[in-house]
């Protein structure tokens, strides 16, 4: 039975119930990008990018961008939705004029870089200009790219108001404004920046939205600034990747470390392993340990600069570092391939960012592990994330590591 719309909810076109990511997988086999609409200098670029087949959130929203239409898109992570709203906006803006027309909203630097990339990666051969502005970074280069006009800017919300209130950029030509993961740019209390830059940019303009999960908050803030949007949603939401193998491992807080050894013993030489602490120090201290047991291991955290940041995520995206340990920066916006493990050393806070963590593995339809170390203070929240994700998960007890040893 369909449930009636309550007032407070934004006025939405979605005329059939989600698709599983399974039915849509199923719907889409034989799609090419060629049945979407584009032209053929986007079909060459996406050919030239190894792209042959979109994924079921692309198939789904890039023909709806195409039109114009305010879409909210939402899928599990490592579904292909940066792909979903970047396509359409090369598709719109190749051979425009030089001037700022599409503004693409990020919570994190990385996410930044990867909407930027793929931007490049996707508009080779177009003559598509774009700049992220995050940070943590200089403002010469950034300042210089956004009063010469730039067709694209992807920004984190907080060094953007810098620009706007330095009059350093204008919005009068904006033609399409995204927000990708919407709800993490809120949970990071970006709210009045968002506000700000959106009441800066003409009302007319095609809004997207992206996300893999729909709180309350970022349905608010979608009845406020999108027109009439479709919903484009493959899985239920907070879904959990169903590439993905989850074990939970019950462990005494003081044998956490012993028990990550214990099993990064146990992997195969090639894995690449992407370990979740909950602090900034808890993430040094276990990569001061792995480096002196003989491992490969960085960390990737806030107190890091940007140029630090780069240089461990480029070693492990190479190789060269098989084991990165972060705080729940990475868990959004790390687009990297291979990702065999994804190990929750300390249990998330939120239930929802469970998903987000092991999401970073099992991508592009790949299969991965989750481990989860479980010691007695956080039996309670594992509950909650199995409640969310809508399983439970197995428990794995290790001789010497479990609550009675």
């Known amino acids: 039975m369909t449930r009636a719309k309550t007032k407070d909810e934004p006025e939405t076109e979605q005329d059939e119930a989600p698709l599983s990511l399974a039915q849509a997988e199923a719907e889409t086999i034989g799609i090419t990008f060629a049945d979407l609409g584009l032209s053929d200098r986007m079909l060459a670029s996406l050919e030239a990018a190894g792209y042959k087949r979109p994924t079921p959130i692309q198939a789904q929203a890039v023909p709806l961008a195409l039109k114009g239409r305010d879409l909210m898109g939402l899928a599990q992570t490592g579904t292909g939705k940066t792909a979903a709203f970047t396509i359409p906006i090369i598709e719109r803006l190749m051979d425009g004029p030089r001037r700022t027309r599409a503004l693409i909203l990020t919570p994190t630097r990385e996410l930044c870089q990867q909407v930027e990339e793929a931007i490049e990666k996707y508009g080779r051969g177009t003559g598509l200009d774009v700049v992220s502005v995050y940070g943590g970074v200089g403002y010469d280069t950034q300042v210089k790219a956004l009063r010469e006009g730039v067709a694209v800017i992807v920004a984190t919300p907080g060094r953007l108001i810098d620009h706007l209130e330095k009059q350093n950029v204008v919005f009068d030509d904006i033609e399409v404004l995204v927000l990708d ?28 939205l992206f996300s893999a999960t729909m709180p309350p908050e970022v349905e608010a803030l979608a009845r406020k600034y999108l027109r009439k949007p479709v919903v484009v949603q493959v899985g239920r939401r907070s879904a959990a990747a169903t590439t993905v193998r989850h074990y939970v491992y019950p462990v005494p807080k003081p044998k956490k470390t012993a028990l990550l050894e214990h099993l990064l013993g146990e992997m195969a030489e090639e894995d690449s392993i992407l370990v979740f602490t909950r ?3 808890g993430a040094d201290k276990v990569v001061r340990h792995l480096v002196d047991k003989g491992y490969n291991a960085d960390a990737l955290h806030a107190d890091k600069s940007q140029p630090q940041r780069e240089q461990a995520l480029a070693k492990f995206r190479d190789g060269s570092v098989k084991i990165l340990v972060a705080t729940d920066i990475a868990q959004r916006g790390l687009d990297v391939s291979g990702i065999s493990h994804v190990i929750n050393y300390d249990v998330p806070q939120q239930a ?7 999401g970073r593995t099992g991508r592009a339809a790949k299969e991965g592990d989750a481990f989860t170390f479980m010691c007695a203070d956080e039996i309670g929240m594992v509950r909650t994330v199995e409640r969310v994700i809508g399983q439970e998960i197995p428990r794995i007890s290790v001789p010497g590591f479990d609550f009675g040893s």
């Open 181 to 208: 993961e919407a709800d993490r740019m809120l949970d990071m209390g970006f709210a009045p920046q968002i506000n700000k830059i959106v009441a800066a940019i003409h009302p007319y303009r095609q809004t997207l």
């Open 279 to 281: 602090t900034k120090h």
């Open 352 to 358: 929802e960012d469970y998903v987000h963590r092991i």
